[in-house]
Antibody, heavy 119, light 107 residues
Framework: QVQLQESGPGLVKPSETLTVTCNVS?????????WGWLRQPPGKGLEWIGN???????DYSPSLRGRVSISLDPSENQFYLKMTSVTAADTAVYYC????????????WGQGTLVTVSP | DIQMTQSPSSLSASVGDRVTITCRAS??????LTWYQQKPGKAPKLLIY???NLQSGVPSRFSGSGSGTDFTLTINSLQPEDFGAYFC?????????FGQGTKVEIK
């Protein structure tokens, strides 16, 4: 049974860097599939951030490109989202997901982790 | 970016009703349309992918149709557990984009 679980800092100050970790169990992330990040500001809709494939190739939303990077660590079976120069607009629940390919839906989701950007 | 427009933004229906939610893309997305259900405080749950394919374990009262720019999610015989928000997503071109959501309330 594939399971994903996010962990994050909870609170980040404006202009700082946010790092969220997704721990994957039940499947080796280096074996295949695409691994993605999405976010949802409180009370609002969903936004796609980007994804990474099992070989480390990435794709990012143009609106966030330059501020975000996604990486994976097969030895820990984890992948990461790093976002620099955060503002209050980056306050959201951050979800990690697994997709069959770059055009596929998110079949598996973590439970989400709320990150608040505040002084 | 491709804009996804859902309607209605909210609806209230009775148990047993047939419910229809529509999603319109600002350009052709072929059949790369996904539907999710989200309960309060929970992650979205995949219902339907590539327009009409029912995810394993999802009740058959859910169905999807459409192509190109116009898509529909239908819930036949609405059940009490079907309350929540429903989102469409296009995965045809990055950035993948979502509709703004439809909140379904049970009368």
């Amino acid at each position: 049974q594939v399971q994903l679980q996010e962990s994050g800092p909870g609170l980040v100050k404006p202009s700082e860097t946010l790092t969220v970790t997704c721990n994957v169990s039940g499947y080796s992330i280096s074996s295949g599939y695409y691994w993605g990040w999405l976010r949802q500001p409180p009370g609002k809709g969903l936004e796609w951030i980007g994804n990474i494939d099992h070989s480390g190739s990435t794709d990012y939303s143009p609106s966030l490109r330059g501020r975000v990077s996604i990486s994976l660590d097969p030895s820990e079976n984890q992948f990461y989202l790093k976002m620099t120069s955060v503002t209050a607009a980056d306050t959201a629940v951050y979800y990690c997901t697994r997709m069959p390919d770059s055009s596929g839906p998110s079949h598996y989701w973590g439970q989400g982790t709320l990150v608040t950007v505040s002084p | 970016d491709i804009q996804m427009t859902q309607s209605p933004s909210s609806l209230s229906a009775s148990v047993g009703d047939r419910v229809t939610i529509t999603c319109r893309a600002s350009q052709n997305i072929d059949n790369y349309l996904t539907w999710y259900q989200q309960k309060p405080g929970k992650a979205p749950k995949l219902l339907i992918y590539t327009t009409s394919n029912l995810q394993s374990g999802v009740p058959s009262r859910f169905s999807g149709s459409g192509s190109g720019t116009d898509f529909t999610l239908t819930i036949n015989s609405l059940q009490p557990e079907d309350f929540g928000a429903y989102f469409c997503q296009q995965t045809y071109i990055t950035p993948q984009t979502f509709g703004q959501g439809t909140k379904v309330e049970i009368k």
